[in-house]
């Protein structure tokens, strides 16, 4: 048997090869969108992708199983489970729960596991040559490491009033399912440290059973299903705004995209031009840089690891927007957005010093330090906003200040006061910055940027009120 395990620390989200060498075939579990991956480890490997399995409609990446399927000529291999509402709208070969299909001489079991969503499935695997009892386990979304995943996404993502409830209730009944295998076959989840698809995904790669029933909080509630049900619901973070866009999209015949895309070059008149008539322009330089001089009305979503993340956020999918990155960290940042469907770039400016030459001056962010921020907060016209999640400002945040989370900030100006002095914070600064480029570009003037945030504030000893 060959296996390999395909990690985007992007969006903290895992996909597996695993292939029969010889027979010379091999599937995909959960593809991510830019599947030419997965097409050179087959070319390296000498094996045709044949299999293309997924174990649920995904809501926090767009999958790449239909544009791998098109490339290589391999088969859907998608739920049938979850009844009426929950069908993959194109042709497949459909799962129900306890069926089995060969890859080679890999046996393959499904197991319906509802519960993050109705239709949710996992692979038992079995290298028939080796072993007749199974070996692997692939869960999607349904059990991570140290935690399991979170049924509250369809109601708070994407509207779907009443299913959370339901959701918990049936994760209960598949955790107990999920006890029942032999302690040693190896755990291998959809997604790691990171990921909004749950509360506290640990940061291995891989488990195993035995271990998740002695580690896994889920496991601790023997015979309580009230008490496993609240505590799996309680506390979970925000889900990104585009996950309602993905649960459409992985469920829908849509366009596809057999090739990452190259982007245009922009000149500075052309980003004035564009910018003039409302189209976004999104600073993917690091931060410290963006302080120093950007231009005037950009946003900062730094083109780190999270990048897609808050482009999701603040980038809707029927509006054209541009980049400013350096042309060597495009494609980095191409790949990661279309993985979550953000295909409509219009294109990249390179450098802001292109900008400062022919159009005109950068602005600067009022980055301020802890001993102002102090001194600040002794005045009555002042407004500290802190951007973090509603969980890390129910843990502690700096008394008095009021919260807004800044991937809704867009959308709650009217609780930034535009009468008074506004200073931003979040854990580390890099949603500070986010939030202050936001505000800066809606017409707030009188902003001050605490980056330091609560990493420093809680350091240096200061009070926190919860």
Known sequence: MFFQHIYDKSLAQASYFIGCQKAGVAAVIDPKRDVDTYLEIAKQNNMRITHIMETHIHADFLSGARELAALTGGKLYLSDEGGEGWEYE???????????????????????????????????????????????FFTGDFVF???????????KAAGMKGTQDKGAHQMYQSINRFANLPDHIQVWPGHGAGSACGKAL?????????????????????????GFTRFLLEDQPEPPKYFAMMKKLNKVDRPL????????????????????????LIDARVKTEFAAGHIPGSINIQGNNSFATWAGWLVSYDEPFMILAPEAQMEDLTRKLMRIGLDNVLG????????????????TVNVIDIDTLKSVMQEENIQIVDLRGATEYKSGHIPGADHVFVGTLPSNLDKVDR???????????????????????????????????????????????H
């Open 257 to 280: 995209l057999t090739e990452v895309p190259k982007q245009k070059r922009l000149s500075a008149d052309e980003v004035k031009e564009a910018m003039a008539k409302g189209v976004k």
């Open 90 to 136: 194109f042709d497949h070969i459909g799962l129900k729960d306890g069926d089995t299909f060969m890859v080679g001489n890999l046996k393959m079991e499904v197991m319906h596991t509802p519960g993050h969503t109705p239709e949710s499935i996992s692979f038992l695997l079995t290298d028939t040559p080796a072993s007749p009892e199974p070996v692997m």
């Open 348 to 363: 990249y400016l390179p450098s802001v010093e292109d900008y400062k030459a022919s159009v005109g001056d950068l602005a």
């Open 419 to 465: 009468a008074k002095k506004v200073v931003v914070l979040c854990q580390g600064g890099d949603r500070a910055t986010i939030g202050y480029s936001l505000l800066a570009k809606e017409g707030y003037t009188n902003l001050m940027n605490y980056s330091a945030s609560m990493n420093e504030w809680i350091g240096r000893g200061n009070a926190v009120a």
């Open 202 to 226: 640990g940061a291995v790669p891989s488990s195993t059973v035995g271990y998740e029933k002695i580690r896994n909080w889920a496991f601790r509630f023997h015979n309580d299903e009230d």
């Open 145 to 155: 490491v140290g935690d399991i995943g979170r049924p509250d996404l369809l109601e």
